[in-house]
């Protein structure tokens, strides 16, 4: 058996996520996150692996790291000490996760021109693209001769039409300061529609799924042809569905009246709308599974959250039945409530019967806790799948791809 693995990064403010997988055979080994990066006394390591006993072996280890090179080289020595004494040199290769990538449409080996790109578009992702280039930094001096590549969010949106990601703004906006459309969660949308296209025994390229990535943040992209050609996040992840605590859509001319009304700052905006909105905003709880609870128990804010975000889910699966001219092979439901939660699924299909979405209620029931599954009743003129989301295993792949010569080499 081959000891060549691959680590997948994925890098926020304070914390480093990393994911094992061994290349040959592939597969995932050991998943971890250091967490609480520059806070000396609360800073832990928490990993665990599969273990010959079906049960999975557990760390969680107290270890200051004062930045990210220092998380990373921690996590190099727990994975020495836990997996293998020359991990360093077993990896072939380092994929990274990085939310903003403009124009790239590609996975792409991180060479000088694909760093500048990334911290070109951290204007357009402050939260996001200055700790994926920490992350970076970190990886490269810890894995100096190790090919490293960057999977963008974006990327799978790159072949929205112009009439998809334009504004109704002045155009020479766009021309000089970039500002359109781009999507999210791209990485899980391409997964989505892959996986997708096998339960449906179709090429991935004759294909038209509209995938439904519901979870804390969520975002919905219309699929023809295996080509991305709308998603309901915009230039950044505020726009479109409502959200764990982000607004979704909204009339512009709010933010200015709130503005002068309340006399808020721009930072304090920005904080509203991406973290005091949506359900948190609406029923005091960004928890929806707390929300279906409190709506049940007869809470009328918790009710009312609970309809506007299903509601605002169905009036996108419309608008993009729409888009795609009404040949939809599938409506896909993931990530951590379209996974797991069959009653917000019931609550959203309920309504689009007369499109010809008809589900199975039994199936609807029994798919929850990771079940892949297709929840159709046999009259549907759609078929209606659940499909669990592995982003980090859709960047693993993609990463060998670039490093193999299978995709492209760069930007």
């Known amino acids: ?67 990210h090179v220092g998380a990373m080289e921690n996590i190099l020595s727990f994975l020495k000490e836990n997996v293998s004494g020359t991990f360093a040199k077993e990896v072939v290769a380092v994929g990274h996760r990085v939310v903003h990538g403009l124009d790239i449409s590609q996975p792409a080996i991180l060479c000088e021109n694909t760093v500048n790109k990334i911290r070109e578009a951290a204007v357009l992702a402050p939260l996001h693209n ?101 998603t309901t996040m915009g230039m950044t992840p505020l726009e479109g569905l409502m959200m764990g605590t982000r607004s979704g859509d909204m009339d512009p001319a709010v933010v200015l009246h709130m503005q002068k009304t309340l006399n808020l700052s721009i930072k304090d905006t920005d904080t509203m709308l991406n973290k005091k909105s949506g359900l948190l905003g609406v029923t005091g709880n960004n928890d929806l599974r707390s929300v279906i609870e409190n709506a049940q128990k007869g809470d009328q804010r918790s009710a009312l959250g ?8 169905q009036k996108y699966i419309g608008a993009y039945t729409a888009s795609l001219g009404g040949n939809v092979d599938a409506i896909v439901f993931s990530a951590g409530v379209g996974e797991n939660s069959s009653i917000i699924r019931g609550l959203i299909l309920e309504s ?26 046999s009259n549907s003129r759609v078929r209606l799948l659940v499909i669990p989301t592995d982003e980090e295993l859709s960047i693993a792949q993609q990463t060998l791809e670039v490093v193999q010569g299978k995709a492209a080499k760069s930007a």
């Open 130 to 230: 200055p700790p994926g280039l920490q992350g970076i930094d970190a990886a490269q001096k810890v894995f100096p001769d190790v090919p490293q590549v960057a999977v963008f969010d974006t990327a799978f949106h790159a072949t929205m039409p112009a009439h998809s990601y334009m504004y109704g703004l002045p155009y020479d906006l766009y021309e000089k300061h970039k500002i359109r459309r781009y999507g999210f969660h791209g990485t899980s949308h391409k997964y989505l529609l892959e996986q997708a296209a096998g339960m449906l025994g179709k090429p991935v390229s004759e294909t038209n799924v509209i995938t439904c990535h519901l979870g804390s943040g969520s975002s919905i992209a219309a699929i023809r042809g295996g080509k991305c050609v709308d």
């Open 1 to 67: 058996m081959s000891s060549k693995k691959l680590l997948v990064l994925n890098a926020g403010s304070s914390s480093l996520k990393f994911k094992l997988f061994g290349v040959e055979p592939f597969g995932a080994s050991m998943t971890g996150m250091f967490d609480r990066i520059g806070d000396a006394s609360n800073c832990v390591l928490k990993a665990s692996a599969p273990s010959a006993e079906g049960k999975p072996k557990k760390w969680e280890i107290k270890i200051p790291a004062k930045d």
């Open 306 to 313: 609970l309809a506007m975000f299903v509601y605002r889910v």
């Open 352 to 377: 689009l019967k007369g499109m010809g979405l008809v589900m199975d209620s039994a199936a609807n029931d029994a798919t929850v806790g990771g079940k892949q599954g297709d929840i159709s009743a």
